[in-house]
């Protein structure tokens, strides 16, 4: 049984991690795809980075919920056979034990040298420049994926997809491309695909089955479905 899992801001709320679109979105006021761009860093690099700051610092306050240790419970048992993608940039996923998380959209607690394309992981302020440690540049932005960017270990991930059985999508809008896309992929190739969210996706119909409600209580209860179902050898 191999499973894809992806990840979205709606698995960490329930831990107090505000999502992007819902009404007490991340960027008050602002729509994320204004803001989350090269161009948006180029012209305010301050605010910015102090909004990533507040962010990283936010970190320390928030704990793993139970959506995000039964997807860990679920690698402890199928090891290699689960790719987990994460959208998200906090660390809930491995402080929830999970030791393999793709991060596709980046971390918060790692910078990105735009002189030497070095990635170092880095958990105080950007805003006062610091060097990067490989080549001495002060030039040191947050290791994330904006818009227009390309995401991270894409190549992994199609690969996943491409052999997986089942694939799931927990708590994302599926506004954002190309991980609103996988759905697609993983289903043409063969997999069973089910959306677990608070409310209809962006992509929902493109899914087998859909399951509508808090990540906190869906995701336990299919982890619990899909480990009884193994153990059967079904
Ligand atoms: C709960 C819950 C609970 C709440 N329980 N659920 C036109 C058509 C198609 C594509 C494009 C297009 N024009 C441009 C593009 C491409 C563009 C794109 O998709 N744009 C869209 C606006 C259309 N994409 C890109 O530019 C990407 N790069 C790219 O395409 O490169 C080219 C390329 C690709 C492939 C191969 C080769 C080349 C890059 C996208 C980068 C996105 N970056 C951000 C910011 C990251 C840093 C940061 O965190 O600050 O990523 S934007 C933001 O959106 C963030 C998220 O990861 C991402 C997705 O958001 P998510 O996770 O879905 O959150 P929400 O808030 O939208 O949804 C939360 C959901 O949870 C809701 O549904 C709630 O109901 C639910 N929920 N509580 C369960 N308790």
């Keep these: 049984m191999r499973i894809v899992v992806l990840t979205g801001a709606g698995i960490s709320a329930e831990s107090g991690v505000p999502t992007f679109r819902d009404a007490d979105g991340l960027w008050e006021g602002h729509r994320v795809e204004d803001v989350a761009t090269p161009e948006a860093f180029a012209w305010q690099p301050e605010l910015v980075h102090a909004f990533y700051d507040l962010r990283r610092a936010a970190l320390a306050t928030v704990e793993p919920n139970p959506a995000h240790r039964a997807l860990a419970r679920l690698e402890e048992h199928l090891g290699d056979d689960l790719t987990l993608v994460t959208q998200n940039i906090d660390d809930l996923h491995e402080r929830a034990g999970s030791r393999d998380v793709v991060h596709m959209h980046g971390e ?20 006062d420049e610091p ?40 708590g994302t809008s599926g506004a954002v491309y190309p991980a609103a896309g996988f759905v697609q992929v993983a289903r043409a190739a063969g997999a069973r695909t089910l959306e677990l969210n608070l409310e209809p996706s962006e992509g929902t119909d493109f899914f087998h089955e859909a399951r509508h409600g808090r990540a906190g209580e869906l995701v336990p209860a299919w982890v619990d479905q899909v480990l009884e179902d193994t153990l059967a050898g079904r």
């Design 108 to 127: 918060l607690r790692s910078a990105l040298c735009t002189t030497c394309g070095a990635r170092s992981p880095h958990t105080a302020s950007l805003a």
């Design 131 to 170: 060097p990067c440690p490989g080549c001495a540049t002060p030039t040191l932005r947050p290791d994330v994926v904006w818009f227009g960017e390309v995401p991270y270990e894409l190549g992994r991930i199609e690969r996943a997809l491409e052999t997986a059985d089942r694939f799931v999508s927990i």
